[in-house]
């Protein structure tokens, strides 16, 4: 078990950047694999990257891919997602998760843990 707590959303205009934070408690953090994923109202939870446990390889879904970034800083237990060039389709509650696995996974059923989820709001 991994607690998770995101932070950084916010709203911003279309075209801006925004950073989030995912702050992990135990001593755990440096062995999961970790993921961001965004949920809409009304449509299925979906991966929008992920990153393995010592940072060296990561994922990224077709859709952001080219705009978004994901970090780790495992010696402060704290995973990031740089979100560039933002547009009104990614507007969403955005989740950090956990997961023990030896690879990266992008389906929701492979992570142990979950932050509460922090609000992105991207206005045209």
């Known amino acids: 078990q991994v607690t998770l707590v995101e932070s950084g959303g916010g709203l911003v205009q279309a075209g801006g950047s925004l950073r989030l934070s995912c702050a992990a408690s135990?001593?755990?953090?440096?062995?999961?694999?970790m993921g961001w994923f965004r949920q809409e109202p009304g449509k299925d939870r979906e991966c929008v990257a992920a990153?393995?446990?010592?940072?060296?390889?990561?994922y990224y879904a077709d859709f952001v891919k080219g705009r978004f970034t994901i970090s780790r800083e495992n010696a402060k237990n704290t995973v990031y997602l740089q979100m560039n060039s933002l547009k009104p389709e990614d507007t969403a509650l955005y989740y950090c998760a956990a997961s023990y696995q030896t690879s990266i996974g992008t389906r929701t059923y492979e992570y142990d843990s979950w932050g509460q989820g922090t609000q992105v709001t991207v206005s045209s």
């Open positions: 990153i393995n446990r010592s940072g060296g390889y990561t």
């Open positions: 135990g001593r755990t953090f440096s062995m999961s694999a």
